[in-house]
Nanobody
Framework: QVQLVESRGGLVQAGGSLRLSCAAS????????MGWFRQAPGKEREFVAV????????YYADSVKGRFTISRDNAKNTVYLQMTSLKPGDTAVYYC????????????????????WGQGTQVTVSS
């Protein structure tokens, strides 16, 4: 049984930083792509970032490029999202997700491309 457990988010002032982590269990972590998504009230879940199973490739939404960094530690079965220069528009519930495809050839930016999800963690950025 796959479990993804995100760290607690928090309240941050605009311009501040926050790091989220997501600990995975239940499958061989190092063979699956990992993604971060977010959902603001009244909006659809949107892609934030993805990292390949090897950690060698990453891709970001334009809205966070240059401010957020996704990384993974396969020895710890954990994926991270380092967020800097936070803006009020980054306020959302953040979710980590795991691909259902082992050693996928293409990273997915769609929620439909992920089979397993964390419980979500609230990030609030105040102006």
């Amino acid at each position: 049984q796959v479990q993804l457990v995100e760290s607690r988010g928090g309240l941050v002032q605009a311009g501040g930083s926050l790091r989220l982590s997501c600990a995975a269990s239940g499958r061989t972590f190092s063979t699956y792509d990992m993604g971060w998504f977010r959902q603001a009230p009244g909006k659809e879940r949107e892609f934030v970032a993805v990292i390949s199973w090897s950690g060698g490739n990453t891709y970001y939404a334009d809205s966070v490029k240059g401010r957020f960094t996704i990384s993974r530690d396969n020895a710890k079965n954990t994926v991270y999202l380092q967020m800097t220069s936070l803006k009020p528009g980054d306020t959302a519930v953040y979710y980590c997700a795991q691909s259902p495809i082992r050693r996928a050839m293409i990273m997915s930016t769609s929620p439909d491309g992920y089979a397993y999800w964390g419980q979500g963690t609230q990030v609030t950025v105040s102006s």
